[in-house]
């Protein structure tokens, strides 16, 4: 029984250890949502401003960009899948994978191919894993993105949406993220952004969609030094901005789900201590009466023994 109890509390031990270390990233996932949070709403006024204006020009024109038009047959589209870089956060980025799949799927049985960009080391090893060909990764800044990443992952793919797609242009650029609605809430979503459209709706331009409301007619604008080229200023910096935002957003939920996966790791491993402790002292206890019974035995055999010899 002594061998027993001693495993018991060598389990103890170590599940203890690790209940140190889920709560203290527990603790860490928490204090980094605040962050988080606050750059999502600082950056998305001057994203969703910054569509608008772009919306303006493309519906305040005549002029045709090819950033703002439907191709009439597209043929390849290309698609971002933004994930984390490291676990720990439940099914965060797996849920992220699965919407890109989703994505894929449309997309491909509308007959378009699709290049697949990556940003985080998980979605790297689930296509290095199934050795799928990919147009572009990036890592290491998963759960703190700048501004400076978010351009570095769009300048590749303007480039190829201002490409032809017989020199390996696409026609279409969307995004796969995950949407922070609330601490408890994080939703995997896809937005198109390019080419952008201009269809009349209520608001969305959280969504990256952004139109004007029913209600309102743009009028025609002038221009300098001409709408193709405020389209070809403003077009990057929205692709930028909205990988930015789209970026923070998915930080944010990134700390929220490990936060969350975090405090079921450690609720579990208080319940886990407390099932070991109660199995430890109930041997323990059939220790001690296994040791008082032998007491017991013994002095009756001593007693029987000196009653016989008298």
């Known amino acids: 029984m002594g061998a027993q109890i001693r495993v018991y ?12 270390i889920t709560k203290a990233m527990e603790m860490i996932a928490a204090s980094r949502i ?14 969703d401003e910054l569509t608008r204006a772009v919306t303006a020009v493309a519906t305040g024109s005549n002029t045709k960009h090819p950033l ?40 491909r049985a509308e007959g378009k191919e699709v290049d697949s960009y990556l940003i985080g080391r998980k979605a790297v090893a689930y ?9 572009g990764t990036w890592t290491g800044f998963s759960d703190s993105p700048s501004y400076a990443d978010a351009k570095t992952a769009a300048a590749p793919m303007i480039e190829s949406v201002l490409a032809d797609t017989a020199d390996g242009g696409v026609d279409e650029l969307h ?30 331009a959280g969504d990256g969609d952004a139109a004007p409301a029913k209600s309102e007619a743009l009028p025609l604008f ?10 070809d200023a403003l077009l990057p910096r929205y692709v930028e901005s909205r990988i930015y935002n789209a970026l923070l ?7 929220a789900a490990r936060r969350r996966a975090m405090k079921s790791a450690t609720d579990n491993a208080e319940d886990l201590i407390k099932s070991l402790t109660r199995l ?20 009756s055999a001593l007693a029987d023994a000196s009653a016989g010899s008298d």
């Open 68 to 107: 703002t038009t439907e191709a009439e047959h597209p043929t390849r589209a290309a698609v971002l899948v933004v994930t984390s870089d490291r676990g720990l956060a439940g099914g965060y980025s797996s849920n992220a994978i699965k919407a890109a799949e989703r994505l894929t799927e449309r997309l």
């Open 175 to 204: 995004i796969v993220f995950t949407q922070f609605v609330s601490m408890m809430t994080q939703n995997p979503v896809d937005r198109r952004l390019l080419p952008l459209s201009v269809k009349d709706q209520d608001g969305g």
């Open 34 to 47: 605040i962050k988080a949070q606050r750059q999502v709403a600082a950056s998305s006024p001057y994203a």
């Open 9 to 20: 509390k060598r389990r103890i031990r170590s599940v203890t250890a690790t209940k140190k």
């Open 280 to 299: 430890a002292n109930a041997a323990r206890q059939a220790d001690i009466t296994q040791e008082i019974s032998e007491i017991v035995g013994g002095a």
């Open 127 to 135: 296509y290095a894993f199934r050795e799928r060909k990919v147009a």
């Open 222 to 231: 002038e221009f300098e030094p001409s709408a193709e080229g405020v389209l």
């Open 249 to 255: 957003q998915a930080a944010a939920s990134e700390h």
